[in-house]
């Protein structure tokens, strides 16, 4: 079923959160795999970029099972996989983002549009502490 023509709905979500959820998958997976891959803090720090919610371990395990076919394929491994989530945000409950965060992300939003991302940041006279956390270096 359409949504306003911009994504067709796949279990209830759009196209773009189910591409987050594979994205996610994915980046913990070659994690779970190799624990000196560098995909988790790649996997936080694009997390601390955008204004979407938090994937939890149920929505993530909720969505890969009805994508996958074979009914024994959320045992195991990928359950596993799909718990490790609490990694990136300890949450159970998806929730919106702070109203900081929003604003971090609308701040990121105008220095990338005026292609001031990311040497602008330094130009805008903001604290260390604030400067350091609209940078991505903290959550």
Not at 28 to 34: A, I, K, P, R, S
Not at 51 to 65: G, H, K, R, Y
Request: with cysteine; glycine share 4%; aromatic share 12%.
């Amino acid at each position: 079923i359409p949504s306003d023509g911009l994504f067709i709905e796949s279990s209830g979500r759009s196209n773009h959160r189910f591409f987050l959820i594979l994205l996610t998958y994915y980046a913990l997976c070659n994690f779970y795999y190799d624990n000196n891959n560098e995909s988790l803090p790649a996997l936080k720090m694009l997390w601390r970029s955008i204004s979407d919610a938090f994937i939890t371990s149920d929505e993530m395990t909720n969505s890969l099972f009805k994508f996958s076919s074979n009914p024994n394929f959320m045992n195991g491994e990928p359950l596993m996989i799909c718990n490790m989530v609490n990694l990136i945000y300890p949450t159970t409950v998806s929730r919106p983002r702070l109203l900081q965060h929003l604003c971090r992300c609308s701040i990121r939003q105008r220095l990338a549009e005026n292609y001031q991302l990311p040497d602008g940041i330094q130009k805008l006279g903001l604290p260390t502490l604030l400067k350091n956390y609209v940078d991505l270096e903290y959550d």
